[in-house]
């Protein structure tokens, strides 16, 4: 039964759910990421992510890149905060995790910004200034790459 706060609305989707499934998938498996070897909370709030990140390939949002700089991840923003209308996330490396280094480990969302960030190109502020559409998308790229 579907909640009274389901969206009445049908949405229409650029691909098809087995086609964005397949994206999530190549995604996960790109940086080895098994649902299965996390812990109950852990694991619950990566299929939370996956879910979200599921509708956004099927929306169009996300798309998966293979080329001179390895795997990338291409994110067209819904409600661009200035000129950039896609964000380009680069393979995840060292280098870029150390964007990380001098945040509270509890403080998630600093440590999600300067990774997506770094990863992007553009810095934590760049992501900051995004509105809550694109947002939490880019934030639930973070948690796979979080646990990557």
């Known amino acids: 039964m579907a909640s009274k706060w389901s969206n009445p609305k049908k949405e229409v989707f650029k691909l098809s759910p087995e086609s964005a ?54 994110q067209k923003l819904i409600a661009p905060p200035g000129e950039v209308k896609d964000l380009v996330y680069d393979e995840l490396k060292g280098e870029l995790k150390l964007s990380m280094d001098g945040f509270n480990p509890n403080d998630g969302v600093a440590r999600q910004h300067a990774l997506l960030g770094a990863m992007s190109g553009l810095g934590a502020t760049a992501i900051g200034a995004l509105k809550a559409v694109d947002l939490a998308t880019a934030e639930s790229l973070a948690h796979v790459f979080f646990m990557a």
């Open 21 to 74: 499934e397949a994206s999530v998938r190549e995604l996960m498996e790109f940086y080895r990421i098994d649902i299965d070897d996390l812990d109950g909370a852990q694991k619950a709030s990566l299929e939370l992510a996956l879910n979200r990140l599921q509708k956004a390939y099927q929306r169009g949002e996300l798309a998966n890149k293979r080329g001179e700089k390895g795997f990338q991840i291409v």
